[in-house]
């Protein structure tokens, strides 16, 4: 059974940098039928899709938050990571990592979501 | 940016029949938007519902479709039972790589 455990610092100061990491456990990251991405839900809000890589490193990003955001992926860790930079108060959310079938819509496996508030 | 759209809320009786629509602020979607739909209650992970119009997800009681009937993605509970009041979210894939979420719809059950 596969499983996804995103990890990082529940609080950041603005226009500092936040950073999370998704590990992945019981499948491996660098399966060809499978994207990993990154979502996120502001407190009492709706989800927005912030981006995607697949295990070679391709990355696709939210035209609206591209200037501020990295995906990277860890192979031999078996994990991958968000950061964004420059952050404000409209970046508190719960962010949640989720595997995507190749070729489908399908998300089929996410984190249980971490929260990170960002606050002085 | 294209805008998703979705209904704000809907109500149902139990045993009901609700159809909530994910839609473009410009155009119309498509199989090619590969629509999906997720359910969400609070403080628990989205779960995917239906991907890629109208295939449902592996669980999920087959008193949920998927359709695009006319010019939106649809979600269709029939029967609906209380433990489906929830927050519905669709997603459309855009092209390039990008996926747009819509606002999400509350369905109530009473």
Not at chain 1, 75 to 98: E, G, I, M, R
């Amino acid at each position: 059974q596969l499983q996804m455990q995103e990890s990082g610092p529940g609080l950041v100061k603005p226009s500092e940098t936040l950073s999370l990491t998704c590990t992945v456990s019981g499948g491996s990251i660098s399966s060809s039928s499978y994207y990993w991405g990154w979502i996120r839900q502001p407190p009492g809000k709706g989800l927005e899709w912030i981006g995607t890589i697949y295990y070679s490193g391709n990355t696709y990003y939210n035209p609206s938050l591209k200037s501020r955001v990295t995906i990277s992926v860890d192979t031999s860790k078996n994990q991958f990571s968000l950061k964004v930079s420059s952050v404000t108060a409209a970046d508190t959310a719960v962010y949640y990592c989720a595997r995507r079938r190749n070729g489908s819509g399908y998300r089929d496996y996410w984190g249980q979501g971490s929260l990170v508030t960002v606050s002085s | 940016q294209t805008v998703v759209t979705q209904e704000p809320s809907f109500s149902v009786s139990p045993g009901g029949t609700v159809t909530l629509t994910c839609g473009l602020s410009s155009g119309s979607v498509s199989t090619s938007h590969y629509p999906s739909w997720f359910q969400q209650t609070p403080g628990q992970a989205p779960r995917t519902v239906i991907y890629d119009t109208n295939t449902r997800s592996s669980g999920v009681p087959d008193r949920f479709s998927g359709s695009i009937p006319g010019n939106k993605a649809a979600l269709t509970i029939t029967g609906a039972q209380a433990d489906d009041e929830s927050d519905y979210y669709c997603v459309l894939y855009m092209g390039s790589g990008v996926w747009v979420f819509g606002g999400g719809t509350k369905v109530t059950v009473l």
